[in-house]
């Protein structure tokens, strides 16, 4: 099925790599590999995303640990030690290749507050507009208990989320789902392809995880793959041991595809059209509005009124010259909006006092209702 999009594909690719794959007995990096990996992606004409585990096990000879660290304090120190060659490898990996590679770190909080979500969605894509390789992390200093992804399979399927990947693989030391544990049955066998993750297929991942098929880690791959083909991103479930990390993979040879169930868009409008909680309302000119229904973004250019204080993220209402036509997140607090109203953009730097994130609301952060519909 997609193929052509791991290679070949225009659109983000996110590849998520486990610590096993990334890190040698020793604790040192598996640079070889790493750099194949590198070389397989660099002619990848779209870009290219790299999730990536190991920051705990990079850290944890320096600071004289052996084995797992034990307490979640030397988890994090080894993290915060091991992170910094982690980064250095893969960019140093990617300068040889012609890219910049840039870090990025990010905890569960942060893509669940609205405001912050859309900062990390800004700053991906002005990264990716620029060709620079994100190398991401789980931000293991801050986060902890509850407000850990825990594992980065599943902070993996938010980037894809989050970037409107085409594709998420998942490289870890499994070639797939199995249809029972291959280490106890002989004639398990591979699962190539996952139409729908059904409760079927979440028992195989259960099976898996407590026969330690699969290393313990098939429940939050299955997770991963939920979250991420929910949004419109199919998913590749594949072994990251071969010396070529992704030899095969274009034919099918290995590994379970997971299809995704509708497109990143419509994915993301069903979730904005979905939101309930207003906390202000923007009046559009006709000229905005019908910029809108042409598939615009909102421009403060176009805004006649501003209602409620709201911050950046907030759900408004968006009401043209004959009422409701729709609702999104805005881009700007309410005091921001209110300053610039009816402005261009070039007058941002004055009103604000700095130049200002772009419009006030994102396309992709607006819905239209439809013409029968009543707003919510
Ligand atoms: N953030 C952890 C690390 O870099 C890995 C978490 C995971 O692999 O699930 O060591």
Not at 146 to 173: C, H, K, P, W, Y
Request: net charge negative; proline share 5%.
């Amino acid at each position: 099925m997609n193929e052509q999009a791991l290679l070949h594909g225009d659109r983000p690719l996110v590849v998520k790599i486990g610590s096993s794959i990334l890190i040698d007995d020793a604790g040192r990096a598996r640079r070889d590999w790493m750099a194949a990996l590198v070389g397989a992606l660099t002619g990848r004409p779209g870009p290219v995303v790299v999730v990536s585990s190991g920051a705990i096990g990079l850290g944890r000879r320096p600071l004289g640990l052996t084995g797992r660290p034990t307490s979640l304090a030397d988890a994090q120190a080894a993290a915060a030690v091991g992170q910094i060659e982690l980064a250095r490898t893969w960019a140093d990996l990617w300068s040889a290749g012609g890219r910049t590679a840039a870090q990025v770190l990010l905890t569960l909080g942060d893509l669940e507050d609205r405001g912050r979500y859309l900062n990390a969605r800004n700053t991906f894509e002005t990264l990716l507009e620029r060709g620079v390789v994100p190398i991401v992390n789980e931000n293991d200093t801050v986060a902890t208990g509850e407000i850990r992804f825990g594992d980065n399979d599943r902070l993996a399927a938010r980037t894809a989320q989050l970037v409107g990947a085409e594709l998420l693989v998942l490289l870890s030391d499994v070639d797939g789902l199995y249809d029972a544990d291959p280490g106890t049955t002989p004639h398990a066998r591979r699962i190539p392809f996952v139409e729908h993750i059904d409760a079927e297929i979440e028992a195989l991942a259960g099976t898996a995880a407590s026969t330690g098929f699969g290393t313990g880690g098939m429940v939050t791959k299955i997770e991963a793959a939920k979250i991420a083909t929910a949004a419109g991103c199919p998913v590749l479930l594949t072994s990251g041991r071969h010396d070529e990390p992704f030899d095969g993979l274009d034919e099918g040879r290995r590994g379970t595809w997971f299809a995704a169930r509708q497109r990143p868009l419509a994915a993301r409008k069903q979730w904005l059209r979905g939101l309930q909680q207003h906390e202000g309302r923007l009046t559009l000119d006709a000229g905005a509005a019908g910029a809108l229904k042409r598939g615009a973004s909102l421009l403060a250019r176009g805004l006649v009124d501003v209602d409620g204080d709201f911050p950046r993220g907030a759900l408004v209402r968006l009401d043209g010259p004959d009422g409701a036509i729709g609702q999104g997140l805005s881009g700007y607090a309410s005091d921001d909006v209110r300053a610039i109203r009816g402005a261009h953009s070039e007058r941002f730097h004055a009103l604000l006092g700095y130049s200002g994130r772009g419009p006030v609301i994102h396309r992709d952060d607006l819905v239209l209702f439809e013409p029968d519909e009543m707003p919510p």
